[in-house]
């Protein structure tokens, strides 16, 4: 009997640790999912300020060409904005 009870508090403290072990991964699973939700949150910001940037900057010297036009009378100014986007589109539109 007493070898029963042994065994039985061995395996017990097996599946205790087993239970632990399982436990442990899965905080240390939780911690990289949150850790790489982190970078995809930084990545995409970067993103999206990278493209807005990009645009504004054609906009605003294109804006800034009509408000020279605007001021001078002059109208053989041309908008240079040097892409191949819908904005360089515009800016040949104006021209």
């Known amino acids: 009997m007493m070898v029963l ?4 508090t061995e395996q017990s403290r097996t599946i205790e640790q087993l239970i632990q072990m399982v436990h442990e991964l899965n905080l240390e699973l939780r ?3 949150y850790l790489l939700l982190a970078i995809m949150l930084v990545a995409g910001a970067e993103t999206f300020m990278f ?10 010297s294109l804006r800034n060409t009509i408000m020279e036009v605007e ?3 002059d109208l053989s100014r041309i908008a240079t904005i040097g892409t191949s986007d819908e904005v360089d589109s515009l800016a ?3 021209n």
Do not use: P, R
């Open 5 to 8: 009870e042994q065994k039985y």
């Open 31 to 33: 911690n990289t999912v």
């Open 51 to 60: 493209i807005a940037n990009h645009i504004s900057k054609g906009l605003i």
């Open 92 to 94: 040949a539109a104006f």
């Open 71 to 73: 001021a001078s009378d």
